[in-house]
């Protein structure tokens, strides 16, 4: 499947608000500023990698080796669309940050 410019950037688009808007709704709930920047890498893990989640208690070495093989064969277009979602979780942060320094109280 080729990806196209036009998909490309609906879909690092997308994935830019849909982590900036879980991040805003869980800094806002959890009051924790930064929190779906940290959740973010093992979510992205999760989109990468096809090996069950119990498979890195079991099989340690062989799923981290073949988590690396799948990081270091991504595509670029993969790759900007995964970093537009770690900046939506940022930004959330940022945008929280601010709005609780300007005085908006949420929960």
Do not use: C, H, Q
Not at 40 to 51: E, G, K, S, T, W
Not at 64 to 70: Q, S, T
Not at 95 to 103: A, D
């Amino acid at each position: 499947m080729e990806l196209t410019i036009v998909t490309l950037i609906i879909s690092m688009l997308l994935f830019f608000v849909l982590f900036f808007g879980i991040g805003f709704l869980l800094n806002m709930l959890l009051r924790m500023s930064w929190i779906m920047a940290i959740i973010y890498p093992i979510v992205a893990i999760f989109i990468i990698d096809n090996v069950r989640f119990i498979e890195y208690f079991t099989n340690f070495k062989e799923t981290i080796a073949e988590l690396g093989r799948r990081v270091v064969n991504l595509a670029v277009a993969d790759i900007l669309i995964l970093s537009s979602g770690f900046a939506g979780a940022i930004m959330a942060g940022i945008t929280i940050k601010l709005l609780r320094k300007k005085g908006y109280r949420m929960f």
